[in-house]
């Protein structure tokens, strides 16, 4: 059997590109508005320091790209639980998912940030 491999870099644009079609389907309000375009800009914001990490010139940046990983995660997370809270339970089961993929990848970030030092 072939071991699976995981290529974080697409995990973390399937995670911005799956909270982008998420939030498409909200309905529109004031509220939504505000917190989806903080949940976009934050999830996005993800892939691209890990990409940024992945090209960095010393070990410092790249310890510095991937706490911000970690934090833009973290952040991710807030504002998807906010939006789950917010909505009819119709969009629940989606938000808490992605709020748990959020998660994990904080987790992620965080092993990396502590194998580093």
Same mark, same amino acid.
């Given at each position: 059997?072939?071991?699976?491999?995981?290529?974080?870099? !697409?995990?973390?644009?399937?995670?911005?590109?799956? =909270? %982008?079609?998420?939030?498409?389907? *909200?309905?529109?309000?004031?509220?939504? $508005?505000?917190?989806?375009?903080? +949940?976009?800009?934050?999830? /996005?914001? +993800? /892939? %691209?320091?890990?990409? !940024?990490?992945? @090209?960095? &010139?010393?070990?410092?940046? $790249? +310890? *510095?790209?991937?706490?911000?990983?970690?934090?833009?995660?973290?952040?991710? %997370?807030?504002? *998807?639980? &906010?939006? =789950?809270?917010?909505?009819?339970?119709? $969009?629940?089961?989606? /938000?808490?998912? &992605?709020?748990? @993929?959020? !998660? !994990? *990848?904080?987790?992620? $970030?965080?092993?990396? =940030?502590?194998?580093?030092?």
């Amino acid at each position: 059997m072939a071991e699976k491999k995981y290529d974080s870099e !697409e995990r973390t644009y399937n995670f911005a590109r799956n =909270v %982008a079609y998420f939030t498409k389907k *909200l309905p529109k309000s004031s509220c939504n $508005f505000k917190y989806t375009d903080q +949940v976009i800009s934050s999830s /996005g914001s +993800v /892939g %691209a320091n890990y990409i !940024e990490a992945n @090209e960095s &010139l010393s070990k410092k940046d $790249f +310890v *510095l790209r991937i706490k911000i990983c970690r934090k833009e995660a973290k952040e991710s %997370a807030y504002w *998807l639980r &906010l939006i =789950v809270d917010t909505n009819s339970n119709e $969009f629940s089961k989606e /938000g808490i998912a &992605l709020k748990n @993929e959020a !998660e !994990e *990848l904080k987790k992620i $970030f965080s092993a990396i =940030v502590d194998k580093s030092k």
